[in-house]
């Protein structure tokens, strides 16, 4: 074998194990890639209860209720097709509130989402992409066509 010939077999085996280890990558990662899942997403597929997922969607209209302990609120996420109830305890985004877009992160434990972080918003017109896009593909989007 040629010098030239066996420096081209190195660079191809190289080549070659990068491609598998990209791929491999990906596989493992392909769950964790999406930024949340929407109700429909979680009734539709079998998500691990076990891990860390976020959710998001609208606050369902008269879902949401604060316990007696004043730190604690119930409220359900919707897609307008499906909804999951979810359990969140301190404080609030101010503008939480029924109606409005949210993304929370936690986990799932009996068919109630325990929501650890509830992502703020930075005005009461934004929605994440991912949530006005679901609402989109639903056919329930009422807000602006803005990109």
Do not use: C
Not at 28 to 53: H, W
Not at 129 to 141: F, T, Y
């Amino acid at each position: 074998m040629t010098p030239t010939r066996r420096r081209l077999t190195f660079i191809g085996l190289g080549f070659l194990s990068l491609l598998v280890a990209s791929a491999l990558a990906l596989t493992a990662f392909e769950d964790t890639l999406v930024f949340f899942y929407s109700p429909s997403d979680i009734k539709e597929k079998s998500i691990n209860t076990d891990k860390q997922i976020r959710i998001g969607g609208l606050v369902k209209n008269g879902s949401l209720s604060k316990s007696e302990d004043g730190i604690t609120v119930r409220f359900e996420v919707t897609d307008l097709k499906h909804s999951i109830p979810a359990v969140y305890r301190g404080p609030l985004p101010d503008l939480f509130r029924e109606n409005q877009g949210v993304v929370a992160e936690g986990h799932l434990s009996k068919g109630i989402f325990r929501a650890k972080t509830i992502l703020a918003k930075h005005d009461e017109n934004y929605m994440p992409k991912e949530v006005a896009d679901s609402l989109k593909k639903a056919g329930k989007w009422k807000g602006e066509n803005k990109n």
